[in-house]
């Protein structure tokens, strides 16, 4: 019955959004567009963070990977810019599931801290490929995508390019979903649990975990492929660290282990990022006080609350305080 009452809400926020936005302005149709594709970003850190037990800082190779392949077929070779469209997305979901199989050999060797920096120095060595590699990625100057595809959609209407990427996005949110209720997801949680365990059963967790690896990669892909047509310029900032930091905050800020924490968190940082830039010159110490607020009071994130004021009227209920008065406990001998 709970299960259920989450999907509804969820269904209602989806049909709130997709009601409210384009009606908002354009800012507000920009704004929530950019949210919606770092969102399937942070669902696929979610998928190795909240389910798997796996803190990764090298999302962003893969965001980085499909947005450059798109930059790169729609300059060069003038693909991806009309019904070919949806095969530079298939290419781009491949592209950064193949990266995420070549890089998962090397970063599921270890666990822990030591997996974290794995990642950490992985992303890096992409980020460096792009910042070098001047005649393939344009260097420190980029790649300007220029036109954006017209397939019977003219996604130069920043509004009609919202319905596309929230189409992308509720998609992701339900196949993700559906991946987590399924026994491969059930699965990852036992290992994020307690790994020795499911290994005794008879579980491959090594092969469990390398699966979820390559899955993130490949959403990770998604974003970045998405990501270059609604920026319309990709360059090393799109693979920077800062990219993978903000993907993991997002979660962290969300609520791990959710799918919907991740893209909730994605609105929030977009939209604070957005209205405290324009307060404030240091508006980034704002927004890291409210990340570190959220880890010391909702380690379990915004989507936390409602079990946390669950627990709390239990201990509420148990502690006497609906109108009866306790009588004191003797002191100890």
């Not at 796996?54 to 729609?74: E, H, K, N, R």
């Not at 298939?90 to 599921?108: D, P, Q």
């Not at 949110?173 to 994020?192: D, W």
């Not at 959220?294 to 609350?305: A, K, R, S, W």
Request: proline letters at 3%.
């Amino acid at each position: 019955m709970r299960d259920t009452i989450k999907i509804l809400s969820v269904v209602l926020l989806l049909v709130a959004l997709l009601l409210v936005v384009p009606r908002s302005g354009s800012f507000v149709v920009l704004l929530a567009t950019r949210a919606m594709c770092f969102a399937i970003l942070a669902m696929s850190v979610d998928l190795l963070l909240g389910f798997t037990g796996l803190p990764s800082l090298g999302q962003a190779a893969y965001f980085g990977v499909g947005a450059y392949l798109t930059a790169i077929l729609a300059t060069r070779y003038h693909i991806g810019l009309g019904w070919d469209f949806w095969l530079v997305v298939a290419a781009g979901m491949l592209v950064g599931a193949a990266l995420a199989a070549l890089f998962g050999l090397f970063a599921l060797r270890a666990t822990g801290v030591y997996f974290l920096m794995i990642t950490l120095a992985l992303g890096q060595c992409v980020w460096g490929l792009a910042y070098r590699w001047n005649s393939l990625t344009g260097g420190d100057n980029g790649i300007n995508v220029g036109s954006r595809p017209n397939f019977g959609l003219d996604l130069t209407d920043e509004t009609t390019l919202f319905f596309l990427v929230f189409g992308f996005f509720a998609t992701s949110l339900a196949a993700l979903y559906v991946l987590a209720r399924s026994p491969f997801g059930r699965s990852l949680e036992g290992i994020r649990e307690r790994e020795l365990r499911m290994q005794i059963l008879g579980y491959n967790t090594w092969l469990h975990k390398y699966l979820a690896f390559v899955i993130a990669g490949a959403f990770g892909g998604l974003s970045g492929v998405l990501w270059a047509h609604i920026n319309g310029h990709v360059s090393p900032e799109t693979v920077v660290l800062t990219t993978s930091v903000d993907a993991l905050l997002m979660v962290v800020l969300g609520g791990a282990g959710t799918l919907v924490g991740g893209a909730i968190g994605a609105g929030i940082v977009f939209a604070l990022r957005e209205y405290l830039s324009t307060l404030v010159p240091w508006w980034q110490y704002v927004l890291g006080g409210v990340y570190v607020l959220t880890i010391l009071y909702l380690p379990t994130g915004l989507m936390g609350i409602p079990a946390q004021i669950r627990q709390f009227r239990v201990a509420d209920g148990k502690g006497g305080r609906s109108g009866k008065v306790k009588p004191l406990a003797s002191a100890p001998s």
